[in-house]
């Protein structure tokens, strides 16, 4: 079962050859089996996955089911989620269950999927490699002593396992685009205000976008049909007609116009890395596509432009976590200082610390021009570059990561670079871009991942790139040897 893709998943369900109980249970089964080892998921939510999955089969029974009811799925931990616990893998928020819905859980509930449980991320998003979590390291399933990538690398290393057939993520500067690279994923991060970001913890209001990550472009199609859409709870939700995903994937490629930043190909791009994207772009090349080189001249400035203007909106959001209205509350506080100073020191961990602190110092006064309002006009240059680009071609490519996993310790130690491990998909998080990750080959049994960027509310054309690309190659068919 944990080898068929959502649509043959679907189809099996409605035409009876099993229920969603039984691939519910599967699931479970696998996850408690193989989490030992990963520590993908934070929680395991079994019995509110089977009464979900019996509802599923009722609506089966009595043919009221949608294309994805009673298919099993894994939310990131920072997704609201009713009666369950919603960490964002932070002690601040350990003992925290959700009073409601995200409107992304809610979309997809009243699609009728199952919620397995939980995944693992880095605390509050803050990291590219799933090591600050406060329930501990996710490990890579093609290599356990290597990263699966952050911050969304529980469910990537529960997709890559096939713990989950399709999982829920954030991208806030790749955090769904790395750690699919890194784990041989499809994953998509949409246009800003594309799907609600009402109910997801906050980490970067600006920058944070909910997105899906699958095995393959057509997966992650029918995911981003039930999680897009306007949202009036959410005041940075576009009011924009959702697109049926699923309904251009085979659309031809002839004509299609590639743009390669030379900026993505400099000489600290690994050059086993450049080799398997310029193999990719060839076979686009053989689809009917056509390429020239481009130049995003400001790309340079996406890094420091980035840990300015995330760690001053982190640092906004995370104000609201001080030990009195809700999260982890320091015992026996002297006093009010006593209280706040030990609630957050204790509760946050030293990475999300940080930028906290580093984002207070941009916000304070005369501090804000320099840095903040400075770092926005950086940002208006970047996303300036893009539109300049896509006047000439319809879609960028390049590499998603400068290198594969890396091995778990390996950064920790050196904050500026583990930033670095975001170099290439932060400026579409800073635009506002959509951009996908698909998995393009392998070094030394180490997946590689080739982005694809597009213009806004593109995404359609993205997953047709993708679909068309997956065709006629098998990488992201690939799985572990070990959780085949």
């Known amino acids: ?74 939310h990131k931990d920072i997704f609201c989620t009713q009666g369950l616990l919603t960490s964002s893998a932070s002690k601040m928020l350990s003992n925290f269950i959700a009073p409601y819905d995200a409107t992304v859980v809610e979309k997809i509930n009243a699609a009728g999927m199952v919620t397995l449980g939980k995944t693992n991320m880095d605390e509050f998003a803050m990291g590219s490699s799933n ?36 999982a829920t ?64 709870r959410d005041s940075t939700s576009i009011d924009k007609e959702v697109p049926d995903y699923s309904a251009t994937l085979n659309d031809s490629l002839e004509g299609l116009r590639i743009g390669l930043p030379k900026e993505f190909f400099s000489d600290d791009l690994d050059p ?5 994207i310029n193999d990719a772009v060839k076979m686009y090349q053989s689809l009917g596509a056509t390429v020239k080189e481009i130049t995003l001249p400001n790309t340079g400035l996406s890094v420091p432009t980035y840990y300015v203007v995330a760690p001053a909106e982190c640092s906004s959001n995370l104000s609201r976590m001080d030990g009195v209205r809700f999260g982890h509350r320091c015992e026996n506080p002297a006093d009010l200082d006593d209280l706040y100073n030990r609630s957050r020191g204790e509760g946050f961990g030293e990475e999300v610390k940080r930028r906290i602190m580093i984002g207070t110092y941009a916000l304070s006064a005369g501090y804000y021009d320099a840095y903040y309002l400075k770092a926005q006009q950086c940002r208006r240059l970047i996303s300036d570059d ?32 583990m930033y670095l491990a975001d170099i290439y998909t932060l400026s579409t998080n800073l635009a506002g871009l959509p951009g996908m990750s698909i998995p393009a080959g392998f070094i030394d049994g180490l997946p590689v991942g080739l982005q694809l960027i597009g213009n806004y509310f593109e995404e359609a054309r993205l997953l047709n790139i993708a679909h068309r690309y997956q065709q006629v190659t098998d990488w992201h068919t690939q799985t572990p040897e070990e959780f085949k």
């Not at 991060?189 to 980490?203: D, E, L, Q, V």
């Not at 086993?272 to 398997?276: F, H, L, P, S």
């Not at 990561?401 to 904050?415: C, E, V, Y």
Request: overall charge negative; charged content about 20%; hydrophobic content about 40%.
């Open 1 to 74: 079962m944990h080898n068929k893709s959502l649509s043959e998943l679907s189809s099996a369900l409605h035409n009876g050859e099993f229920t969603s109980v039984e691939l519910t249970q599967h699931y479970l089964d696998r996850i408690n089996a193989h989490n030992g080892k990963l520590n993908a998921f934070i929680t395991v939510a079994e019995e509110h996955a089977l009464a979900q999955a019996r509802a599923a089969d009722q609506r089966l029974q009595q043919k009221t089911a949608g294309k994805l009811t009673g298919i099993p799925l894994a």
């Open 272 to 276: 086993k890395i450049a080799a398997v």
């Open 169 to 232: 993520g954030t991208d806030t500067g790749g955090s769904i685009r790395q750690p699919a690279s890194l784990c041989n994923l499809t994953g998509l991060k949409p246009t800003y205000g594309r799907i609600s970001r009402y109910g997801m913890i906050a980490f970067a209001s600006s920058l944070d976008q909910a997105g899906p990550m699958a095995h393959s472009a057509e997966d992650a199609a029918l995911l981003l049909n039930e999680m897009a859409g306007f949202d009036e």
């Open 386 to 417: 893009f539109q300049q680009a896509f006047n000439d071609v319809d879609v960028i490519m390049g590499p998603t990561a400068p290198s594969t996993a890396f091995k778990l310790g390996d950064k920790t130690d050196d904050p500026v670079a």
């Open 131 to 166: 090591e600050t979590s406060f329930y501990g390291n996710v490990k890579n399933p093609w290599d356990t002593d290597r990263v699966p990538g952050g911050s969304s690398g529980g469910s990537a290393a529960a997709m890559a396992a096939r713990l989950a057939p399709i």
